[in-house]
Nanobody, 123 residues
């Protein structure tokens, strides 16, 4: 059974940075970060493939970076210049599908999910 575990969330002030980490129990092709703010739909934020190619949503470009270390069991989301609109529950998800990242970081493309971790940005 594939396990996905997030870590690194918490509360920060606007303008600060935070790094989220995702540990996947197996080597798998695609790992992504999603987030869901209160009262809003879940949205894809960033995705990385085993070959190192990364994909970022428009809301993340310029501020967020996704990276991996070693085999694609671990992925990290570096978030800079955070603002209150980044407050959300952040979820890591993984998929063996080669097309999961390039297809637009959609929830339906990912089979394995973590429990989520809260990020709160205070202004």
């Amino acid at each position: 059974q594939v396990r996905v575990v997030e870590s690194g969330g918490g509360s920060v002030q606007a303008g600060e940075s935070l790094t989220l980490s995702c540990e996947v129990s197996v080597s798998i092709w695609s790992v992504a970060w999603f987030r869901q703010a209160a009262g809003k739909e879940r949205e894809g934020v960033a995705c990385i493939e085993a070959n190192g190619r990364s994909h970022l949503a428009d809301s993340a470009k310029g501020r967020f970076t996704i990276s991996k270390d070693g085999a694609l069991g671990n992925a990290h989301l570096q978030m800079n210049t955070l603002n209150s609109e980044d407050t959300a529950m952040y979820y890591c998800a993984a998929s063996p599908d080669y097309a999961a990242c390039p297809s637009g970081i959609r929830s339906a493309s990912f089979k394995y999910w973590g429990q989520g971790i809260q990020v709160t940005v205070s202004s």
